[in-house]
């Protein structure tokens, strides 16, 4: 990969073991975890769902400073964050550290992003139920499937395997989801879409977290499959998409609203119909810096919500 090359989301999922060495190699202490943060403001009162940060769109940033990162991105007014899966590297300490420093900051965390890896039966489970309590996460998703997934039976296996993994969370208060990308939205040979055999192979309860990006990207209708699966979509990715080249700052490189995403209908349907808890801004690359980005980002929210 030359260092000018676009880094795709899955494709970074897949190298997330360069990451932790940079996230653990600061001291907590130097870091200044224990400073006094300054409270973030209060979210708009017509907001009644939170807004909050995927962390993979200042990945930059917060492998350079974490705690410096979740200062600012409380600073700018959201509310939430979502770890993803570097955070599975962590120990126990720097994890209840993390949450320490959320809650000076008025941060929570409502789910978190992971690799394959923190579903596989054992330890690895055991470990990531573990730091989902501490950072107060309700809701572990799957962001990649297991490597070499494919065909019906693949998929199938890889639902049998969360609807097993739901019944060992439960009864910690957790659940399990998948993230879809664009990839999921494609037919299989039998010509059911991945996305379908997934809804239609885990339990209700299940989280259907919708990345609305690349199911626009897809060609797909969001609003039809939020209205097509109430309740289920309790987690929802703020990410636009718009058609032309990246090197022209289309496709995902589009800051939230500038894109082709109905965003009204697809607010209306999600909160009528699809029982959103916590609205997620994501960003895989703009124009500008990741906190201008992440900025931006909310900055047109606010305007959008102000008309919704």
Request: proline share 6%; glycine share 10%; hydrophobic share 40%.
């Amino acid at each position: 990969m030359t260092p000018d090359a676009p880094l795709s989301r899955r494709r970074f999922l897949a190298l997330t073991g360069l990451v932790p060495a940079a996230l653990l190699s600061h001291s907590v202490a130097g870091r200044g975890f224990a400073a006094t943060a300054a409270s973030a403001p209060s979210p708009n009162s017509s907001m009644k769902i939170p807004v909050g940060l995927e962390l993979y769109a200042v990945r930059g940033e917060l492998a350079r400073d974490l705690p410096g990162t979740l200062r600012q991105v409380a600073g700018m007014g959201y509310t939430a964050v979502e770890f993803y899966a570097p955070y599975f590297q962590w120990t126990t300490a720097y994890a209840q550290e993390v949450r320490k420093l959320m809650d000076e900051l008025g941060l929570h965390c409502p789910s978190t992003h992971n690799g394959a890896e923190s579903f596989a039966p054992g330890a690895s489970l055991a470990k990531a139920i573990e730091l989902n309590r501490i950072l107060g996460s309700r809701i572990l998703v799957m962001a990649s499937p297991p490597k070499g997934t494919a065909g019906v039976e693949g998929w199938k296996n890889v639902c049998g395997g969360l609807t097993a993994t739901m019944a060992q969370l439960r009864p910690h208060g957790l659940s399990a989801g998948f993230h879809n990308h664009q990839t999921e939205w494609a037919p299989l040979a039998e010509g059911m879409r991945i996305m379908d055999l997934i809804a239609a192979n885990t339990p209700a309860d299940f989280v259907l977290q919708l990345d609305v990006g690349t199911c626009v990207a897809a060609g797909q209708d969001p609003v039809a499959w939020i209205k097509a699966h109430p309740g289920r979509i309790r987690s929802i990715h703020l990410k636009d998409w718009a058609p032309g080249r990246a090197q022209e700052e289309k496709e995902f490189r589009v800051l939230f609203g500038e894109g082709t995403s109905p965003w009204t209908d697809i607010i209306a349907a999600v909160e009528s119909v699809g029982g959103v808890e916590c609205y997620l801004m994501e960003q895989e690359g703009s124009r500008f810096p990741e906190m201008e980005t992440a900025r931006r980002c909310l900055d047109s929210w606010r305007k959008l919500r102000q008309n919704t």
